[in-house]
């Protein structure tokens, strides 16, 4: 795999430790010097690349710019509690459960689930979404509001399913796999489809680094081998969307523009329920 980068001349040092660090995930980055990144520099040159500047490590294409900033996320953990939060309710996050993420994204799902007390494995297939969260990471690792629950998040460069087949052979058990995967236009409910306002900017990008036909995780798989290891599946999505895998959930939470489908263990699903 190969990607670009474009970067000023004095982030030299860091393009060539991001260049070392792809490599070994094995992907070749070819940087490209620029005076000036800016919003017009981005519009001339639409073809997908990463840009490292002052804001960090970013996607950009099309004449956007984007990166999983989990620092712009500490409003929102400011205003979360346990009581206010539905995904709080749907993944028992008061019992300070063991929780995987098996469908990174930009992970800020993640980011509210470790701060609201579960210790997270966060699994992305994609080097170069992987990268852009370790970055993200770093950065929070050095915030002192964030530093105490970045303790409390693993990134693993792993395939989901194979990790999870490999918790399986091992017989590994965890408290909850959370799933949140990419959702395409083939599976929303068509009336809610042309109701749908436009794809926010980051999830624009990710549907490019990660199509459809391509990278993208559709999840149905995954609930299968999650129902395997953990004594909660709980599967994010918009509120009309289809059931995952075609599979009825035992529970529901439901907001207004998402809801929460809840899959336990047989025999425990009324021991479960918040």
């Known amino acids: 795999?190969?990607?670009?980068?474009?970067?000023?001349?004095?982030?030299?040092?860091?393009?060539?430790?991001?260049?070392?660090?792809?490599?070994?995930?094995?992907?070749?980055?070819?940087?490209?010097?620029?005076?000036?990144?800016?919003?017009?520099?981005?519009?001339?040159?639409?073809?997908?690349?990463?840009?490292?500047d002052e804001d960090g490590l970013s996607l950009a294409a099309n004449g956007m710019k984007m990166q999983p900033d989990w620092r712009a996320e500490i409003p929102r953990l400011k205003r979360a509690s346990l009581k206010s939060e539905m995904?709080?309710?749907?993944?028992?996050?008061?019992?300070?459960?063991?929780?995987?993420?098996?469908?990174?994204g930009l992970g800020h799902d993640s980011l509210l689930m470790a701060y609201l007390g579960a210790d997270v494995r966060l699994i992305e297939r994609h080097p170069?979404?992987?990268?852009?969260?370790?970055?993200?990471?770093?950065?929070?690792?050095?915030?002192p509001f964030l530093q105490s629950c970045m303790q409390r998040i693993e990134l693993i460069y792993a395939d989901s399913n194979t990790y999870l087949q490999q918790l399986v052979q091992q017989g590994e058990q965890v408290d909850v796999v959370y799933l949140d995967p990419m959702f395409p236009q083939r599976d929303q409910n068509q009336q809610a489809a042309k109701k749908q306002a436009q794809v926010k900017k980051q999830m624009q990008?990710?549907?490019?680094?990660?199509?459809?036909?391509?990278?993208?995780?559709?999840?149905?798989?995954?609930?299968?081998?999650?129902?395997?290891?953990?004594?909660?599946?709980?599967?994010?999505?918009?509120?009309?969307?289809?059931?995952?895998a075609d599979q009825t959930p035992d529970h529901q939470w439901l907001g207004d523009a998402c809801r929460f489908d809840a899959y336990f263990p047989k025999g425990q699903i009324c021991n479960r329920i918040e």
């Open 87 to 104: 995904i709080a309710r749907a993944c028992q996050l008061g019992e300070k459960p063991t929780l995987i993420d098996a469908t990174a």
């Open 1 to 52: 795999m190969q990607m670009g980068c474009w970067y000023p001349a004095e982030y030299a040092q860091p393009f060539q430790q991001l260049q070392t660090r792809l490599a070994e995930l094995n992907v070749q980055l070819n940087g490209q010097v620029v005076e000036k990144i800016n919003a017009r520099f981005l519009r001339l040159n639409p073809d997908m690349a990463l840009v490292l």
């Open 205 to 244: 990008l990710l549907h490019m680094l990660l199509p459809e036909d391509g990278e993208m995780d559709l999840g149905d798989q995954l609930l299968h081998l999650a129902q395997q290891i953990a004594k909660r599946v709980i599967v994010k999505r918009p509120r009309h969307a289809v059931y995952l």
């Open 128 to 143: 170069i979404l992987f990268v852009l969260l370790e970055y993200s990471k770093a950065k929070a690792e050095q915030d």
